[in-house]
């Protein structure tokens, strides 16, 4: 029992870094990261990155498009 308690804690440890990244740029709270949050994190992006990042082209950076972007060192993680 133990041991299953403590592999469920791992899980949760490393599935916390991607949540906390979104939820450190989103300031607004609708789970989207915009062009003005995400500039606000990283003051170099420019909006042709921002496009980049923005593949399904809605305006803004989801969860998936910002996990993507960050593996694909297209952005850092943000700093904790
Ligand atoms: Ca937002
Ligand atoms: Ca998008």
Do not use: C, H, K, W
Request: aromatic share 6%; no cysteine; charged share 25%.
């Amino acid at each position: 029992m133990r041991r299953v308690a403590a592999g469920a804690l791992v899980a949760v440890l490393f599935a916390a870094p991607a949540l906390a990244a979104l939820s450190d740029i989103d300031t607004d709270g609708d789970m989207l990261a915009s062009f003005d949050e995400l500039v606000a994190v990283y003051p170099d992006l420019t909006e042709e990155t921002f496009a980049d990042l923005d593949t399904n082209a809605d305006g803004f950076v989801d969860e998936a498009e910002l996990t993507a972007a960050i593996e694909a060192d297209l952005l850092a993680a943000p700093a904790q």
